[in-house]
């Protein structure tokens, strides 16, 4: 039964292939002799060194335990009504003097509160996309600065990995019994609190908490309207704090405690961060921040009358008037209006409003500094500092300069005198007028001044500056109840010429299209020694280091050096000891607002899978699907490298069964529907499929398989009956038999949800992050009745061993459709329903190769032969848009942003006219498709015959031709995400899931292909998109070739057996809306644009 979770019911240049040259023979015996060198040269380790490493170590380590134990207090609920003042402070009124203490800035530390309930609009119960960039760049400011985020009704499998989540950013759950129908969020009871001086409730406690509750979990954006009140709120959490402050998860932080000045610490109550709006004296909601002073400060919301006297709001009798109320408005005014404190509205932010800043044009560059060292000082904390291009037209100037460059002291001195502020006061300080005063002058037109939309207008007279009287570069202050402004400037200096910098970006705009897929770098960022990243609209990007791109950093005798294991510490996917952390998005739809968005409704996670749990479908909570493990190859290996005695960790793979930096995973899916389940014999050939292919992968090599059943199914025998069969083929880890000796090194794995169907290309990227070798081989279709040949495993390792030290390889396995089943493995008796043999060609032999070249029984047109038809193919009307309609950055645009939809009476084209129609409309089908088989043949002849002239003296495989081969099938692909409607329809309808073997490295060091070239999970459908991920990493500068002597193919035999009754599918994008698909589509061709653009900018400077 299923609970709800939140309701109380430009590519390569032409290569570097090495071309056999004097040249390159002379750089190779270059670098034997340098080799030589440098063993002789280098200068031997002493004991006494190894002993002050040790002891270094040690250390260390002891200062990283103590920061991962930061206490936070725990929360008092026992006290919530009219006694929390008195607790607080002994008297029912707070008033008095405020604390003056002056402090260095060391002896400060701010607490940051921000509370988070997922959105109500049916996406997955999970923190946002950007959660991760938010935290990643929040650890920056960890020597002064703690971020507690008070969270509801997220299950503990979508939780973010707490280990690796920075110190300074700490969880703290609210609920009570996130799978109980009466589970509450905790929140609603604190924000009780500011009831706390009424002496009579008009909605008692008991009404008015679950009354608030349910405000909060259907409305979860009202919760900034509780941010003035925060310190009194949380107040049991704030004790060790010297400040608090609010602000958001749409935030990446730079430097804040290098911003945050002396006189900000010690001399002002609130301190405000705007991006040159002071005109508007608002208290901004996306970083301010207050002296913790329980009695004055802390108690200045108590103005606004729908904090304090929320009973009456609440009221039953005002419920059909209950709005929602700005925290920007009535605050701001109560602020504005006391005479006893100092207030100050600063310029120190960026803001992705407005297109035509350098935040759109160059990115938000986010430096990360230098890494981490043994000989780092005890005071070092991680590094956040964000830049960009002063104007639009200073790009080059980020190209040309160190993503470290803030280290240099010489150079940039004043940004490294910590107590000196980086924006200088110039002139005098002058009086600032609001509209409240040209009233009271008897101005009484001035009552009616609206400058902010967003807040009600009884606030605004207060707030509104006298237009024209306050600039960008004012800042404004408020002083024993007087405003004034007074200018300022950057320090001469401070930053490099042509570049800007503040403490935070606020992307309020960017955030409403962001998907996870876009953002992976930066959750392993900061472990990765990455130099940081660059943000931008479609996602994020990686900073590459200024001096090199390239994998080889030469040494000073030319000593090339490659690290061949970076994807272990770099990318977000598994190794033999780490789960991936990632959430995977198995089902989206299109959000309300903007358009062109999508939110995820359900989301699955390798953190919160359980190990043969047969209790799966009770707890499954609404949004999450269940993760069930039915086997694996886990347990306790010993580390590498270490001694006899040496303290193990947990590992969810073994290692000892593989070599992780050269091993080859195999990664399967396969999703059985309610179709499926009502026929128990195409289940048991669909499983009998999987483990043929396991079979065939071998031992000695990892697999994965991720099987999704559709929980929905009414009939629960039904879906009990299909896990019972998954774990009859498969078996547990407890339940070992000789039929099983196969799986010793697979990963087999059940995932839940009350979804039909979800998104291939999610569980796709679920898979592949499970893999814990370095290659991966993905995109087999068994639901096609794909069986892998049989050698495969053994072709695919030797290219990982040949490409060890080349990384960014992409393999391209090729995939037919026979004719006939294979006489040569024994594949039982034709009469069998059941596949109970398994079912291979041995290899590709000398017989096998004319066949599949005359194509006698072997196609590579598998929808020709597929038992499912497609129906209700869109191709009609993506070739029927207006041909004046522009392009984005080249070529013609796929279509209007509202499409009519075709009409249910017109008649559909068969799969084969379809396919002859794309072949009309797109020229590069056989530069794209055919040309990769054509040159995976010729190499797969050689392979076998050991020479060209073996099968028909007509194969060409000299370097230069298979060179070019390899150029041509590049551009191909890269000429499909041209966004033209010659290659759109192709692009979009290819009916083939490329298989591939991806290397978890790329090209050039920074980039980690399961991170730059995700599936893009919202493209559901079997006809969605499927060569865009071969597009991009092209367009990324992967070697794009193929991998000789290996095949997927489908027989008679498997076809029929998996053929369901069922005779037609939908196979289009399954998204209701064009608009967005083509959105979608823009920002995956951009992402990798811009990659390419600047790395290929980076090298040619290099």
């Known amino acids: 039964m299923m609970h709800s979770s939140r309701r109380p019911s430009a590519g390569k240049m032409s290569s570097s292939r090495s071309n056999s040259s004097n040249a390159a023979m002379r750089h190779k015996l270059r670098h034997v002799v340098n080799n030589i060198l440098i063993n002789l040269t280098q200068p031997r380790p002493s004991r006494a060194l190894y002993a002050m490493i040790s002891i270094l170590s040690v250390g260390t380590l002891f200062l990283l335990f103590s920061a991962l134990g930061a206490h936070v207090p725990s929360p008092n609920h026992a006290n919530l009504g009219h006694d929390v003042a008195e607790m607080a402070d002994g008297s029912h009124f707070y008033s008095g003097k405020k604390s003056s203490t002056t402090k260095s800035n060391n002896d400060h530390r701010m607490a940051i509160v921000i509370p988070y309930l997922p959105p109500s609009d049916g996406a997955s119960p999970t923190f946002p996309p950007y959660f991760d960039l938010f935290a990643m760049s929040a650890s920056g400011s960890a020597s002064h600065i703690d971020y507690l985020i008070f969270h509801c009704f997220i299950p503990p499998e979508l939780l973010p990995d707490v280990g690796t989540l920075p110190s300074n950013v700490k969880l703290i759950d609210l609920n009570t019994d996130i799978s109980s129908k009466d589970n509450q969020c905790g929140l609603a009871k604190l924000f009780t609190r500011v009831t706390d ?139 504005i209006m006391r005479k006893d404190i100092k207030v100050k509205w600063a310029v120190k932010a960026f803001s992705d409003v407005g297109e035509g800043s350098p935040v759109y044009t160059q990115g938000m560059y986010l430096s990360l500094g230098s890494a981490p060292s043994w000989t780092s000082s005890r005071s070092y904390v991680p590094k956040s500092v964000l830049y960009t291009a002063a104007d639009i037209h200073s790009g080059k100037k980020l190209l040309d300069l160190s993503t470290n460059w803030f280290e240099d002291k010489t150079k940039y001195a004043i940004y490294n005198q910590k107590d000196m502020a980086l924006q200088k006061y110039e002139g005098a300080k002058s009086k600032v007028e609001t509209y409240r005063t040209l009233y009271e002058n008897g101005d009484k037109e001035a009552k009616d001044v609206k400058c902010m939309y967003w807040a009600p207008k009884d606030y605004q007279m207060d707030i509104c500056t006298v237009e024209g009287t306050v600039s960008s570069d004012d800042v404004v202050t408020l002083e024993n109840g007087v405003l004034y402004k007074q200018k300022f400037r950057l320090r001469k200096d401070v930053f490099p010429p042509g570049i800007n910098s503040f403490p935070f970006f606020h992307f309020q705009e960017w955030k409403r299209v962001y998907r996870s897929t876009q953002l992976l770098m930066s959750q392993n960022a900061r472990s990765a020694a990455s130099p940081g990243l660059i943000v931008t609209k479609e996602g994020s990007l990686p900073l590459f280091n200024t001096e090199s791109t390239s994998w080889r950093k030469q040494s000073k005798l030319g000593k090339p050096k490659i690290v061949s294991n970076d994807w272990m510490i770099s990318d977000t996917g598994s190794t033999s000891s780490r789960q991936s952390s990632n959430k995977f998005c198995l089902k989206s739809s299109l959000k309300g607002y903007p358009k062109g968005a999508t939110v995820c409704n359900v989301s699955a996670s390798w953190m919160g899978a359980r190990a043969n749990d047969s209790s799966s479908s009770s707890t499954m909570v609404e949004g999450s699907a269940t993760v069930n493990i039915i086997r694996s190859p886990a347990a306790t290996s010993k580390l590498r490298g270490k001694k006899k005695g040496d303290s193990t960790i947990p590992s969810w ?52 398989l991720l099987i999704y059943l559709d929980a929905s199914v009414e009939d629960g025998d039904m879906l009990a009956r299909a896990r019972e069969l998954v774990k009859e083929t498969f078996g547990t880890n407890d339940n070992e038999t000789p039929q099983t000796a196969h799986l010793k090194g697979s990963l087999v794995t059940i995932v839940e949800s009350e979804e039909p169907s979800v998104s291939r290309k999610a569980l796709m990227n679920m898979a592949a992050h499970a893999a814990p070798t370095r290659w991966i081989v993905t995109g087999l279709e068994l639901e096609r009745g794909l069986v892998l040949s049989k050698e495969a495993s053994l072709h695919a390792t030797r290219e990982a061993l040949v490409h060890t030290n080349m990384p960014g390889h992409a393999f391209v396995i090729p995939q037919f459709a026979s004719t006939r089943d294979d006489t040569r493995a024994n594949a039982g008796k034709e009469e069998d329903v059941f596949l109970t043999e398994r079912h291979f060609f041995s290899s590709v032999g000398a017989d096998l190769l004319p066949m599949i070249r005359e194509k006698q029984t072997m196609s590579s047109n598998l929808e020709e032969f597929d038992c499912m038809k497609c129906s209700g193919s869109k191709l009609d009307a993506v070739e029927d848009k207006d041909d ?102 192709y692009l979009r309808h290819f009916d083939k899931s490329p298989i591939l073997m991806i290397d978890r490295n790329g090209p050039r060091k920074g980039m980690m292909t399961l991170d730059l070239a995700a599936e893009v999970e919202e493209f559901r459908g079997r006809k969605c998109y499927n060569l865009l991920r071969l597009a991009q990493l092209a367009v990324l500068s992967y070697n794009i070739i193929v991998l000789p002597g290996v095949f997927a193919a489908s027989y008679p035999k498997t076809r029929s057996a998996v053929c369901k009754k069922e005779k037609t599918q939908r196979c289009d994008c399954e998204l209701e809306s064009e608009a967005t698909i083509k959105q979608l589509l823009i920002d995956e061709v951009k992402r990798p644009g811009k990659i390419a653009v600047l790395m290929n900018e980076l090298e040619s400077k290099v």
């Open 197 to 335: 001086q009424r002496q009579t409730l008009e909605t008692p406690l008991d009404k008015l908490i679950p009354t608030l509750s349910s405000q909060i979990i259907y409305y979860p954006y009202i919760l900034v309207e509780y941010k003035p009140a925060f310190g009194h709120i949380f107040a049991d959490y704030l004790t060790s704090y010297s400040h608090w402050g609010y602000s958001d998860i749409d935030v990446v932080f730079g430097d804040m405690t290098r911003w945050i000045d002396t006189d900000e610490w010690n001399d002002y109550d609130i301190v405000t961060y705007g991006f040159g709006d002071q005109d508007k004296l608002y208290l901004r909601g996306q970083f301010t921040f207050h002296k913790n002073d329980p009695k004055v400060i802390n108690q200045l919301w108590r103005h606004c009358k729908y904090l304090s006297e929320m009973d009456i709001r609440y009221s039953e009798k005002n419920a059909s008037e209950r709005k929602f109320e700005s925290a920007e408005g009535c605050y701001s005014q109560a602020v």
């Open 653 to 704: 793979w073994d290692d000892k069964l593989f070599d992780a930096v050269n091993g080859v995973t195999l990664s399967l899916t396969l999703q059985i529907t309610l179709a499926d389940m009502k026929d128990e014999a195409v289940v048991k050939n669909l499983l009998s499929l999987a483990d043929s292919n396991i079979y065939t992968w071998g031992t000695h090599q990892p697999s994965v």
């Open 884 to 985: 004046d309609e522009s392009g984005l950055g080249g070529g013609e645009s796929f279509g209007d942003d509202e499409e009519e939809e075709a009409s249910p009476d017109e008649e559909e084209e068969d799969d084969g006219q379809q396919r002859r129609r794309l072949t009309e409309l797109s020229s590069f089908e056989k530069s794209a498709e055919v040309q990769l088989e054509d040159l995976w043949w010729n190499l797969s002849v050689v392979q076998v015959y050991g020479t060209a002239g073996g099968f028909n003296s007509k194969v060409k495989t000299s370097l230069s031709t298979v060179s070019k081969a390899e150029d041509h099938i590049e551009v191909a692909l890269l000429s499909l995400l041209d966004r033209s409607k010659e290659h759109e329809p």
